[in-house]
């Protein structure tokens, strides 16, 4: 078992590598449907692998000027204290219930499914906004959209472990369209860091991580996002989303079944 764990976390590793997709919309459902973890497990091992991955991620894009702090802060202020309320609210309720671990199935279900219609629409989304700038935030209007999208995105990572990556980027491209591509990405991890640790902390409260799983994944999928970096240049992006969207309905419907 710890064997497929490892696979598995190369695989996980290489299409985030290739595609830029955060590995909860893939790592989560694939440890639920494939291995039987339970859900709540799954979720606070993937959030606990996330802030490490992540981590490295922030570190790189700082380095390199392309994250917006003003951005970070905006988003940490709805997204941390959404965070807290969550892991408050499964501690409440019982996360390792059978009627909740069903619950997050759903939820999970419903985040794959956002960052399918992230992957599908963002450019024309985009293409949208940019021919329509009379409606594009300003000022306190922008401020305040971007901490209830932060505030949405805490909810949604610490209940299902996804939406800090293509659904955070989503958001981010519609309320700041004058970003750049490496400025989006940059900024999208350095706010999931403080949220995923924040939530993998609410997880091991919880009792919900798995450290053993967790350092397989480790091992796994370090080599796995090094090559899938790489790799992804000789790939079409268009060939590679079509892909992964596929992957991700069918573990949708899989998971909902």
Same mark, same amino acid.
């Given at each position: 078992?710890t064997?497929?764990?490892?696979?598995?976390?190369?695989?996980?590793?290489?299409?985030?590598?290739?595609?830029?997709?955060?590995?909860?919309?893939?790592?989560?459902?694939?440890?639920?449907?494939?291995?039987?973890?339970?859900?709540?497990?799954?979720?606070?091992?993937?959030?606990?692998?996330?802030?490490?991955?992540?981590g490295?991620?922030?570190?790189?894009?700082?380095?390199?000027?392309?994250?917006? $702090?003003?951005?970070?802060?905006?988003?940490?202020?709805?997204?941390?204290?959404?965070?807290v309320?969550?892991?408050?609210?499964?501690?409440?309720?019982g996360?390792?219930?059978k009627?909740?671990?069903?619950?997050?199935?759903?939820?999970?279900?419903?985040?794959?499914?956002?960052?399918?219609?992230?992957?599908?629409?963002?450019?024309?989304?985009?293409? $949208?906004?940019?021919?329509?700038?009379?409606?594009?935030?300003?000022?306190?209007?922008?401020?305040?959209?971007?901490?209830?999208?932060?505030?949405?995105?805490?909810?949604?990572?610490?209940?299902?472990?996804?939406?800090?990556?293509?659904?955070?980027?989503?958001?981010?491209?519609?309320?700041?369209?004058?970003?750049?591509?490496?400025?989006?990405?940059?900024?999208?991890?350095?706010?999931?860091?403080?949220?995923?640790?924040?939530?993998?902390?609410?997880? $091991? $409260?919880?009792?919900?991580?798995?450290w053993?799983?967790?350092?397989t994944?480790?091992?796994g999928?370090?080599?796995?996002?090094?090559?899938?970096?790489?790799?992804?240049?000789?790939?079409?992006?268009?060939?590679?989303?079509?892909?992964l969207?596929?992957?991700?309905?069918?573990?949708?419907?899989?998971?909902?079944?």
């Open positions: 078992m064997l497929s764990f490892v696979v598995s976390g190369f695989a996980v590793g290489l299409l985030v590598g290739m595609t830029g997709v955060g590995g909860g919309s893939l790592m989560t459902p694939l440890l639920t449907l494939m291995f039987g973890v339970s859900p709540s497990i799954a979720v606070g091992t993937d959030l606990a692998f996330a802030s490490l991955t992540k490295v991620g922030t570190f790189t894009h700082r380095m390199r000027g392309t994250v917006r $702090w003003p951005i970070v802060r905006r988003l940490c202020i709805g997204a941390l204290p959404a965070a309320l969550a892991s408050l609210a499964l501690k409440k309720f996360v390792l219930d009627e909740i671990g069903q619950l997050i199935r759903y939820v999970i279900a419903v985040s794959v499914m956002l960052t399918v219609v992230a992957l599908l629409f963002k450019r024309k989304m985009l293409a $949208w906004i940019n021919a329509h700038p009379q409606y594009q935030l300003q000022g306190g209007a922008l401020t305040a959209a971007t901490i209830a999208s932060g505030a949405l995105l805490g909810t949604l990572v610490t209940i299902s472990s996804i939406g800090a990556g293509a659904i955070g980027a989503t958001l981010l491209v519609m309320l700041y369209p004058r970003l750049t591509a490496a400025e989006v990405a940059g900024t999208d991890i350095a706010y999931a860091v403080p949220l995923t640790a924040i939530a993998a902390v609410g997880h $091991w $409260w919880l009792g919900s991580i798995n053993e799983l967790l350092l994944l480790l091992v999928s370090v080599p796995g996002i090094t090559l899938g970096a790489y790799a992804a240049r000789a790939v079409p992006e268009r060939v590679l989303r079509g892909l969207a596929f992957t991700l309905v069918s573990v949708a419907a899989k998971l909902i079944s």
